[in-house]
């Protein structure tokens, strides 16, 4: 009888010690993935800044150089997106989406490799490099998403989850904005609240924050805003610019849906033959606007927007709208770039350029609110548009005409676009996986 309980102690020992074992391989597993996405989140963040900077001293000798550089650097990313790195192309959100919930794992894996992570950072520098307007903060969700499930290759069953977490890290560590990255990884990567995957998406966004943290210190990401709405007739821009960036940012959405799904006729025949000349047609779309602009079109828009928000520059009548186009020929262009930091841009100037009307109330509030209210019209997320601008800025003062500010835009948003941007997209990529003869990667 002893000799029998010896025995049945030693079994229970070595179960709980392997079960230990494989509980800490976990952990530790989804620590280095975050450290690997704060790494890669700061990698981009110095490449997009050197590409930008390099387009500049580019075109310094004349801005009509754009004419020939852009289109010629598009067309060159877009050739690259399809034949070197498949996959890599847009924001990379759409993807992140459509592996969650592919379940072939060769499709998955065609979605979100490391190769493709490698060919997301590469040609988003290019399109930046060559004036796309584009931003690196959707791109840090797809190389985070692929980070994490190289590292989830030891734990298969967990993969779901580890994808979520390192999309949601992507944003964190590429804003400074843990809470943000906690609730775009809630709702929108995954649409409804997983208790499973909380604890991976937290421990993964805490890892990749405090490496981003060493590498380039705690900051704001648009600097502290210290502004407020004052409660009376200054309330009347909040509808105002909530239903106009709903408006705005839904029709952005369907514009790019509808290339997205191939348009009718000869035009849409045309693009899906000659892409790289697309993209070149593009890229001339995006020079004019610059142009036009002169140069605020171009980049990420992150330099006009803060120069907005903080009173240093006037906004220009005609950059929001300009901005816009541009943006949506980068998008449908098929290079890779995110949406996040131009649409921020748009934003910005869409309630800068109401200051006119709206002269009672502070240009910061017009500016935090446009950027919400168009943040959320394109993305159809309104808890993560007003939380990420906030945590941007430090102005909670400023949360509630925020809050409502994205809950009317969002509602303007599905009266012009039903489908969430993302969500479609993705639906597109997955009729792929339905189609093995035309499977891409």
């Known amino acids: 009888m002893p000799r029998f309980r010896y025995r049945s102690a030693m079994t229970r020992l070595r179960r709980s010690s392997a079960e230990a074992f494989t509980l800490w391989r976990g952990r530790l597993l989804f620590l280095a993935g975050g450290v690997g996405v704060g790494l890669a989140a700061v990698l981009m963040a110095k490449c997009a800044?050197?590409?930008?900077?390099?387009?500049?001293?580019?075109?310094?000798?004349?801005?009509?150089?754009?004419?020939?550089?852009?289109?010629?650097?598009?067309?060159?990313?877009?050739?690259?997106?399809?034949?070197?790195?498949?996959?890599?192309?847009?924001?990379?959100?759409?993807?992140?989406?459509?592996?969650?919930?592919?379940?072939?794992?060769?499709?998955?894996?065609?979605l979100i490799s490391l190769r493709v992570a490698v060919g997301k950072i590469a040609v988003m520098s290019l399109g930046l490099l060559c004036g796309a307007s584009a931003g690196r903060e959707g791109p840090t969700v797809q190389v985070g998403a692929a980070i994490m499930a190289a590292f989830g290759r030891l734990t298969p069953e967990r993969l779901p989850g580890l994808i979520l977490a390192g999309g949601a890290a992507g944003v964190a560590a590429a804003f400074n904005t843990p809470l943000a990255g906690i609730v775009f990884g809630i709702e929108e990567l995954g649409r409804a609240y997983e208790a499973r995957a909380t604890a991976l998406i937290v421990a993964c966004i805490v890892a990749a924050g405090l490496t981003s943290l060493w590498l380039v210190g705690n900051y704001t990401y648009f600097g502290t805003a210290q502004v407020s709405l004052p409660l009376g007739q200054a309330w009347a821009v909040v509808p105002v610019l909530g239903l106009l960036g709903g408006l705005a940012g839904g029709l952005f959405s369907r514009l790019v849906i509808a290339v997205g799904r191939g348009l009718p006729g000869r035009a849409g025949r045309w693009i899906a033959t000659r892409p790289v000349a697309f993209a070149a047609l593009c890229g001339l779309g995006v020079a004019l606007c610059g142009l036009a602009s002169g140069g605020t079109a171009y980049g990420t828009g992150y330099e006009e927007a803060r120069a907005i928000l903080h009173g240093e520059a006037p906004a220009r009548l005609d950059f929001a709208p300009l901005k816009f186009v541009a943006t949506v020929l980068s998008s449908v262009s098929g290079i890779p770039g995110g949406l996040f930091a131009p649409s921020l841009a748009v934003g910005a100037g869409l309630g800068g350029a109401l200051h006119g009307l709206f002269g009672d109330v502070p240009v910061g509030a017009l500016v935090l609110i446009g950027m919400v209210a168009y943040l959320t019209g394109v993305l159809q997320a309104p808890i993560t548009s007003f939380v990420i601008v906030t945590e941007m800025t430090q102005d909670h003062a400023m949360m509630i005409p925020l809050m409502l500010a994205a809950l009317l835009a969002d509602a303007a948003s599905k009266a012009v676009c039903r489908g969430g941007l993302y969500h479609t997209l993705a639906e597109i990529i997955l009729a792929k996986e339905r189609q093995p003869a035309e499977r891409v990667g």
């Open 49 to 110: 800044d050197a590409a930008q900077a390099l387009f500049r001293d580019l075109i310094a000798p004349s801005p009509l150089l754009a004419l020939v550089v852009t289109p010629a650097g598009f067309a060159l990313a877009a050739l690259l997106a399809l034949t070197v790195f498949p996959n890599a192309q847009g924001s990379g959100i759409p993807q992140v989406i459509a592996a969650r919930h592919s379940r072939d794992p060769g499709f998955r894996e065609a």
